[in-house]
């Protein structure tokens, strides 16, 4: 596979994964939700922790815009080694699952980290008002945004009966995380590192070698 496909599906992701975000800034207010169908809603949250929302700030005693900050950086940091890791699958002629995976990969950490190091500073917030972009008072400052998630998916929503021991009475929900893009990119990607394995880190001129000596 080779690079300017892999940079065809990364900017594909990108664009899809931007315009969507700015779209749901620009036109709900945080916390608005709209139904899609009863198990999909579209819902506008703001992240500004790691995943499921964790900030370094709950883990050590620091301030949430520290936290915030060493969580950017850590980001960047990452994405750097994610693109080393696509440049010499591409150019070691990998298989082609392998670089579509990370290629997934890189764009859905890119797609975030996009929000994560401009967004505070070219929108306001969204606190009961809908956000403008390069708003004059941006709601932080650069390496201080906030990731935008919009995609719920409660497939099920009900209320544990009252007779069962503990739960009774308590709401239980599935599918609860509300995610973005950028998120479904790098969850596919790892999926398919992880369903084809075998496949993702064979090299393509043995797997052709095996399909030639099959047909002798």
């Known amino acids: ?116 190091v401009f967004y505070g500073m070219i929108f306001n917030d969204s606190y009961s008002q809908v956000a403008t972009v390069f708003s004059a008072e941006p709601y932080g400052s650069i390496f201080h945004g906030k990731v935008v998630d919009m995609l719920y998916f409660p497939m099920i929503d009900v209320l544990w009966p009252d007779w069962v021991p503990f739960v009774g009475g308590n709401n239980f929900r599935f599918f609860e995380p509300v995610f973005n893009i950028a998120d479904m990119a790098i969850s596919t990607g790892v999926g398919i590192l992880i369903v084809f394995n075998k496949k993702a880190f064979g090299h393509p001129i043995n797997e052709s070698k095996t399909n030639i000596s099959d047909q002798e």
């Open 1 to 116: 596979m080779t690079l300017k496909k892999s940079l065809f599906i990364i900017i594909l992701i990108l664009l899809i994964d931007q315009v969507s975000k700015i779209y749901i800034k620009t036109h709900f207010v945080l916390g608005e939700s709209i139904d899609v169908f009863n198990w999909f809603k579209i819902l506008f949250i703001e992240n500004e922790g790691a995943a499921w929302g964790t900030k370094l700030s709950d883990i050590f005693p620091i301030s949430d815009k520290v936290g915030k900050l060493i969580l950017t950086i850590f980001r960047l940091f990452a994405i750097v080694g994610i693109g080393y890791w696509l440049f010499d699958t591409i150019k070691k002629n990998s298989s082609k699952t392998l670089i579509i995976a990370v290629s997934l990969i890189f764009a859905g950490a890119l797609g975030n980290i996009l929000d994560s």
